[in-house]
């Protein structure tokens, strides 16, 4: 079974600094998705990243990008300049696509990442 | 354009009632699903649909009922609510097309069973 794990409950940054967020899963599979969702303190899931396994090249989203590496089954996520309206959970997911599940998500248990003004 | 909208937002039951979460999405998705976040738990599949008249069941589906007549909607029922199902529910929509669709949620309806 596919698993999805965030090793880090809690980080902490400074405003302005630099953080990642690690983000390890566990398939057979050649073939997925991997996804960052940022969870404010409003509940809404905000799409944050995105990248397909089949894709060499990593995922950037204006300050925010990711370290995939396949091999090691790893997807870390870097948030450059960070600012107060990044503090929130995060959540890493993975999706494999079978028999029209498309839209079925193993999420981590999540990062509560603070920002220190 | 409204994306998913769960109603209510919030609901208080006591064990044994029955009750309906509602969810509806506007952009003709093919695939709408429910989660359930507990606290240290990430968010958790409990049914999906990957269209009208069909359904499935994810990795927590016990207490919960689903039916899915119309694209649009997708509603879930606790047939008897059970403190255990105390937790924040998210429906959520995505297309098969382009396959790296991301899920689009709902805000989310906070149930809390005493």
């Known amino acids: 079974a596919q698993t999805v794990t965030q090793s880090q409950p809690e980080m902490s940054v400074q405003e302005a600094e630099t953080v990642t967020l690690s983000c390890t899963y566990d398939?057979?599979?050649?073939?997925?998705?991997l996804f960052w969702y940022k969870q404010p303190p409003s509940r809404q899931m905000i799409l944050v990243i995105r990248q397909e396994a089949y894709k060499q090249q990593n995922a950037t989203e204006n300050r925010f990008s990711v370290n995939f590496q396949k091999a090691a089954k790893s997807f870390s996520l870097k948030i450059s300049d960070s600012q107060l309206g990044d503090a929130a959970m995060y959540f890493c997911?993975?999706?494999?696509?079978?028999?029209?599940?498309?839209?079925?998500?193993?999420f981590g248990k999540g990062t509560k990442l603070s920002v220190k003004p | 354009n409204a994306g998913v909208t769960q109603t209510p937002k919030f609901q208080v039951l006591k064990t044994g009632q029955s009750m309906t979460l509602q969810c509806a999405q506007d952009?003709?998705?093919?695939?709408m699903s429910w989660y359930r976040q507990d606290p240290g738990m990430g968010l958790r599949l409990i049914h999906y649909?990957?269209?009208?008249?069909?359904?499935d069941q994810g990795e927590v589906p016990n207490g919960y009922n689903v039916s899915r007549s119309t694209t649009e909607d997708f509603p879930l029922r606790l047939l008897s609510a059970a403190p255990s199902q105390t937790s924040v529910y998210f429906c959520?929509?995505?297309?098969?097309?382009?396959?790296?669709?991301?899920?689009?949620f709902g805000n989310g309806t906070r149930l809390t069973v005493t």
């Open positions: 649909s990957v269209g009208a008249g069909i359904t």
């Open positions: 952009m003709n998705h093919e695939y």
């Open positions: 959520a929509s995505t297309t098969s097309s382009p396959d790296n669709s991301p899920l689009h």
């Open positions: 997911a993975y999706r494999f696509d079978y028999g029209g599940s498309q839209g079925n998500l193993i």
């Open positions: 398939t057979s599979e050649s073939d997925y998705y």
